[in-house]
């Protein structure tokens, strides 16, 4: 996306995971997002998959592919995605936070692979948006 960190797409991205966390109870000291080359955003899970008890979970965004919920896992290829929410880059933090309730108790909602890497065009704007929001 590539946008000023003042600008009001990052502005809305930081509104936007901030009220993702809070609907999942998750503290502002336990997320962060950026802005850059490419947008991100880290929410660090107070729960455990019932199959990976020994990993903490992690909901983490990305400009490209939306949420997804993968394991805390120090590996160099970087998160093991358990599933990606897809299609919608964006959706309401409602249905996020029906997505995790999912995978926090064993099922599998989303997909397995990323999502198609879908269009970024309008991305700066429907995340400033949330400015107002």
């Given at each position: 996306?590539n946008v000023a ?51 903490d979970l992690m ?29 919608d880059q964006l ?43």
């Amino acid at each position: 996306m590539n946008v000023a960190p003042d600008s009001e797409a990052a502005l809305g991205l930081g509104r936007y995971v901030t009220t993702v966390a809070r609907l999942l109870g998750v503290s502002e000291d336990a997320m962060y997002h950026e802005v850059g080359d490419l947008a991100s955003a880290y929410i660090a899970l107070p729960t455990r998959h019932p199959l990976f008890t020994e990993y903490d979970l992690m909901l983490v965004w990305d400009e490209r592919h939306g949420w997804a919920v993968g394991l805390e896992i120090d590996t160099l290829d970087g998160p093991v995605v358990l599933s990606y929410l897809g299609p919608d880059q964006l959706p309401t933090p409602g249905r996020i936070r029906h997505f995790v309730d999912e995978v926090v108790v064993g099922n599998c909602p989303g997909q397995p692979n990323p999502p198609r890497c879908r269009s970024r065009e309008h991305l700066a704007d429907r995340l400033a948006k949330f400015v107002t929001a």
